[in-house]
């Protein structure tokens, strides 16, 4: 195949997506959003996690709360659980690679607090543990997720936000996760400046 058609084809199938989880996702984007502000608000944190390409949109997600979006506004607390090696390492390595992020969840997470738990399947062992230990402590959760939802759909409960792209390509699904996190944080910026 022609290499310029196979650019052509990852931009319409990202465009494709994005369109079809509009259809089906304005609510939720909306509630998450609300969801982060009402916490902010009450001095909750937001802590994030997600492997591989959802590490990144985990600390995406927290800088632009930490540092700031597109407006001028005071730094929100949040928190990726995705970036001290020395605390991941040994983690796995005295426990397993499933606690990593549930471990530092049981140390930080709090009452009132909210866990952003990232993952295009669904099925990855450590982010669900870490939607466990959230429950634990009395976090709600704000799931981005894909395909069928994955093992992570049934460990959600009522008070949290599933965000699951329609799609099944691993890095289409991806590519509408930031678009999400995105709208998320532009959504906060718009409640602080009206209500915050
Ligand atoms: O970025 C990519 C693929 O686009 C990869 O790094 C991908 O994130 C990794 O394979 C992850 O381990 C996949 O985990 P998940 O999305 O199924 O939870
Ligand atoms: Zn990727």
């Known amino acids: 195949m022609n290499l310029q058609t196979r ?23 909306l509630a998450a959003a609300t969801l982060v ?4 608000q009450h001095g909750g944190k937001i802590l994030s996690c997600g492997n ?13 709360m930490l540092n700031r979006f597109e407006q001028e506004r005071r730094g929100l607390p949040a928190i990726a659980l995705t970036t001290d090696t020395s605390t991941l390492t040994s983690i796995a390595n005295d426990y397993s690679y499933e606690r990593v992020f549930s471990r530092q969840i049981e140390a930080l997470g709090r009452k009132g607090d909210v ?5 295009t399947s669904g099925n990855s062992t450590n982010v669900n543990r870490a939607i466990d230990a959230a429950h634990e402590c009395g976090m709600q959760v704000i799931a981005l997720s894909g395909k069928a939802g994955g093992s992570m759909k049934a460990l959600l ?7 699951r792209v329609p799609a099944d390509s691993t890095a289409r699904i991806q590519e509408t996760h930031l678009l999400l996190i995105h709208c998320i944080c532009d959504l906060v910026d718009q409640m602080l400046l009206t209500q915050g």
């Open 157 to 163: 409960q009522a008070g949290d936000v599933e965000l």
């Open 52 to 64: 591989g390409g959802s590490a990144g949109d985990a600390q995406h997600f927290s800088s632009e």
């Open 115 to 119: 866990l952003l738990a990232i993952s």
């Open 37 to 40: 502000f009402d916490t902010v």
């Open 7 to 29: 650019i052509q084809q990852h931009f319409a199938a990202s465009i494709e997506t994005k369109q079809q989880a509009l259809a089906v996702l304005q609510e939720p984007i």
